[in-house]
Nanobody
Framework: QVQLVESGGGLVQAGGSLRLSCAAS????????MGWFRQAPGKERALVAA????????YSTDSVGGRFIISRDNAKNTVYLQMNSLELEDTAIYYC?????????????????WGQGTQVTVSS
């Protein structure tokens, strides 16, 4: 049984930082590319950052730019999202997702497994 379990969300003031973690089990983690998606109220879920199966290539959407850094530790079956300089617009539920294959795709339909999500709330 595959499980992706996110942690690290919470309430933070604008300008602050949070580090999300996603621990995977039940799969061969190093065979999967990983993505972090987010869904804000009234908006569709969208990819914000992704990393390939070996961790050698990453992607982040323009809206988060260099503020968000994705990384992974294949020995720990965990992917991380370091979020810095948080803005009110970053408030959302954040989901990690796994896609079997060497690289990520932007469409959520391409991902095989999903976590339950973790809430990130940025206050002014």
């Amino acid at each position: 049984q595959v499980q992706l379990v996110e942690s690290g969300g919470g309430l933070v003031q604008a300008g602050g930082s949070l580090r999300l973690s996603c621990a995977a089990s039940g799969l061969t983690f190093s065979e999967y590319s990983m993505g972090w998606f987010r869904q804000a109220p009234g908006k569709e879920r969208a990819l914000v950052a992704a990393i390939n199966f070996r961790g050698g290539a990453t992607y982040s959407t323009d809206s988060v730019g260099g503020r968000f850094i994705i990384s992974r530790d294949n020995a720990k079956n965990t992917v991380y999202l370091q979020m810095n300089s948080l803005e009110l617009e970053d408030t959302a539920i954040y989901y990690c997702a796994a896609r079997r294959g060497p690289t990520w795709l932007n469409s959520q339909a391409e991902y095989d497994y999903w976590g339950q999500g973790t809430q990130v709330t940025v206050s002014s």
